[in-house]
């Protein structure tokens, strides 16, 4: 065979070679995208007894998949908790449990649990929800830094808070997923070491505004993100009405949200065993259920978000406003200073445009956003 026989031959394997990479590609990509996602939808449980969990487990396993044990006094007690777990499991839902903290001394048994409650639960048993709200207490002055030099050091010292715990230390040692809920700084509770964060939807606030901070962090850090329904009021009926808290579901699922959550509370001695959930609120909960399985998402609709709008690096402001919060503070730390007006128009224009289309991200060296959108706002200026 002469050389040029010989070149055209190669020529043709590689072309036939790369053809073939090309389409297996597309297949794959196509696979993945008809793929259903991973969903779970549930409730918390708050009370005191084993048996009052029983009871709401019971009352939702035909319409949930999920069960969050939101209970200090269950996470206090060994043989109450592990009961619970048991009949969560048993009902096949995925369980998980809040901690405030993992503690070595007080209850040593603690550690124990953890070494062992994936081999005793298997995948039913998804993680620890640790801790409560962190970045929503800095916020609002309740947590324990009370002075920083500026807004870095600020985000410094609230990262290393929670990644240096030991509780975060001994979670992360052993392999278990770590969740928290929040109304505010999602971007830190991340880089703090939390592989997933609820947004808070209540405190009549913008749901669609707390979504695009909370799944925005998430986009960029590469974590999962969630939904817990909360407190609209403080005092009954608490919650939002059934048609409000539906509305917020349907929501958070079309805007992607892997986790959504109904907050629950017993309020004693009223003689309601489902706690703060009307048969209302337990009815749109099974029609959101309902409305999931007719309406399954794929893995790229629910990863595709058009539009971002930049924040300045590590200005932890909580951007509420409604007519409770006329002035939130930054770091809880500092009153608003003069971006925060600029900020909040250009949030609301740009959320009045995209919707739950735009993600609010901030500046960081550390994560390169500009290939995952297609529009990009920086914070001072309302075009692209």
Excluded at 47 to 52: A, D, K, Q, T, V
Excluded at 80 to 106: P, Q
Excluded at 214 to 242: F, H, M, S
Aim: glycine share 6%; charged share 20%.
């Amino acid at each position: 065979m002469n050389a040029k026989l010989k070149f055209l031959l190669i020529i043709a394997i590689l072309i036939i070679v790369s053809l073939t990479l090309i389409y297996t590609h597309q297949q794959m990509t196509r696979e993945n995208s008809t793929v259903e996602d991973e969903f779970y939808f549930g409730v918390s449980f708050g009370g005191l007894e084993p048996l009052e969990a029983k009871i709401l487990i019971d009352r939702t396993k035909n319409y949930t998949n999920l069960f969050l044990i939101n209970s200090h006094d269950l996470t206090t007690n060994e043989t109450a908790l592990n009961e619970v777990c048991d009949y969560a499991a048993d009902a096949d839902l995925k369980f998980i449990v809040y901690f405030d903290l993992i503690s070595r001394e007080t209850y040593p048994w603690h550690q124990t649990w953890l070494d062992t409650a994936h081999e005793r639960w298997g995948d039913k048993f998804l993680g620890i929800h640790l801790r409560d709200e962190p970045g929503g207490k800095q916020i609002d002055g309740q947590e324990p830094i009370q002075n920083a030099t500026d807004y870095s050091d600020a985000a410094n010292q609230f990262i290393n808070n929670i990644a240096l715990s030991n509780s975060m230390i001994d979670i992360k040692n052993k392999g278990i997923l770590t969740f928290t809920s929040d109304y505010a700084l999602y971007w830190w509770d991340y880089l703090a070491g939390y592989d997933t964060v609820f947004v808070e939807l209540g405190w009549n606030l913008d749901s669609t505004q707390q979504i695009a901070l909370c799944r925005g962090a998430a986009n960029i850090q590469n974590k999962d993100w969630g939904t817990i329904i909360v407190w609209k009021y403080y005092e009954p009926p608490y919650l939002a009405n059934a048609q409000e808290i539906y509305g917020d579901m349907v929501l958070a699922y079309k805007s992607g949200a892997k986790y959504i959550v109904v907050f629950n509370y017993p309020i004693y001695p009223e003689n309601n065993p489902y706690g703060i959930l009307s048969d209302e609120h337990l009815e749109a909960m099974e029609n959101f259920w309902n409305y999931t399985n007719r309406n399954p998402r794929t893995n790229s609709e629910k990863t595709v978000v058009e539009a971002a709008l930049v924040l300045p690096k590590d200005y932890g402001w909580g951007m509420r406003r409604n007519e409770y919060i006329t002035n939130d503070r930054i770091w809880g730390l500092w009153p608003e200073d003069e971006k925060a007006p600029i900020i909040m128009d250009n949030t609301k224009k740009l959320l009045n445009q995209y919707g739950s289309n735009l993600d609010i991200i901030y500046n960081d060296e550390n994560f390169n956003f500009s290939s995952k959108y297609t529009k990009i706002y920086y914070w001072n200026n309302s075009s692209t």
